[in-house]
Each structure stands twice: as structure tokens, then as C-alpha cells.
């Protein structure tokens, strides 16, 4: 059992929350759904919270419900890698978190001279930081921010909002998509 699955089996309380458990089903249905809209080409943000999911970008609404509904019967399917995507804000937390660590511990209490002495070990040990930080967002995504078992949760509503962006920007899309869970 590697260490992060550890200190998710010691959060678990936490994590089975009903409100935190459904924000991480919506998280985990958000990056699905996300995964089957690229796999159409279309590229997409999202962002979750109890209620649902919104995803940013000019997508048919149709698609999303389509893909929307695919992802959730693929997840229930037992597919719960689809909940897991590499552009996930945790992801660049984690990237931040390390790189920031690094920076602080290689360079925490010297003065320049020492600083500059140990910038070479430092850079290279960010480097390597950097590359496991997608490998370890994705654990901390699968045992922590998302959800892959979707439970009896449903897509209750689908709803596209536009808005026009100051200085001809253009317009912002997005659409709100709903869900309910099972009632326990």
C-alpha cells in the first residue's frame, strides 16, 4: 500500500463526508466528461461543487449531454480512471506545492553566497520534482479530489449560459451541468 493510499485510508471519515463525497463524484464526472469532449476535439476547463459541474468552452449542448451521460454510465461501468484527467487544477497544486517546498528547503537560511553555491543542486532537484508531480497529482486526484464510484448519482439538468466579454473578447461559454445522488 503506497503512503498515499495510507493517508487516505486515515481521511477516509473525512472523505465519506456526504457533501465532500459529492463533490469528489462531481470532480470524477466533471474529468470524464471532459475526457470524452477531447476525445470529440474539443478542449474544455471545468470546476465542481456539490451540486454538479460547470465546463468552460463553445461545445453543442447536446454533446455535453451526450458525453455527460457517457461518462456517468462508463463510471458506474467501473471505468474510474475516466475520473483521473492531467489538466486537473490538482495537478498544478501539486507542481506548486513541490516546486515551492524545493525552492524553500534548498534555500531556506543561506545567505546569497551559500544561495548561489546551491542553486545548481537546487534547479535539479526542482527538475525532478517536476517530473513526478503529474504521477502524484493523479494518485492525490484518484484517493482524494475525485470520485470514480458515482454511486447512484443521475445528470438532473444541463444548462448553457453565455456571456459577452468586455473589449470584443468575444463571448464566454459554459454550461452548468446539474446531479442528484441516491437518496440513502
Keep these: 500500500m503506497s503512503p498515499i493510499e495510507r493517508l487516505a485510508g486515515h481521511a477516509a471519515p473525512l472523505l465519506g463526508l456526504p457533501v465532500?463525497?459529492?463533490?469528489?463524484?462531481n470532480h470524477g464526472l466533471e474529468h470524464a466528461t471532459i475526457h470524452i469532449l477531447n476525445r470529440r476535439g474539443h478542449r474544455l476547463s471545468g470546476r465542481s461543487d456539490s451540486d454538479g459541474f460547470i465546463l468552460l468552452g463553445d461545445v453543442p449542448s447536446e454533446l455535453v449531454a451526450s458525453a455527460a451521460n457517457e461518462a456517468l454510465q462508463r463510471l458506474a461501468a467501473g471505468e474510474s480512471d475516466l475520473a483521473v484527467h492531467p489538466?486537473?487544477?490538482?495537478?498544478?497544486?501539486?507542481a506548486s506545492f513541490l516546486a515551492t517546498a524545493v525552492g524553500f528547503a534548498g534555500f531556506a537560511g543561506q545567505g546569497r553566497r551559500q544561495a548561489l553555491q546551491r542553486f545548481n543542486t537546487v534547479m535539479t532537484v526542482l527538475t525532478l520534482a517536476l517530473m513526478i508531480a503529474p504521477a502524484l497529482g493523479g494518485e492525490l486526484q484518484r484517493h482524494?479530489?475525485?470520485a470514480g464510484d458515482v454511486g447512484g448519482m443521475r445528470v438532473a439538468s444541463i444548462k448553457r449560459r453565455s456571456w459577452r466579454l468586455?473589449?470584443?473578447?468575444?463571448?464566454?461559454?459554459?454550461?452548468r451541468v446539474s446531479t442528484q445522488q441516491a437518496q440513502a
Design 166 to 175: 468586455p473589449f470584443n473578447l468575444g463571448r464566454l461559454v459554459f454550461h
Design 20 to 25: 465532500i463525497l459529492r463533490i469528489r463524484r
Design 144 to 146: 482524494f479530489t475525485t
Design 87 to 94: 489538466n486537473c487544477g490538482t495537478n498544478l497544486v501539486t
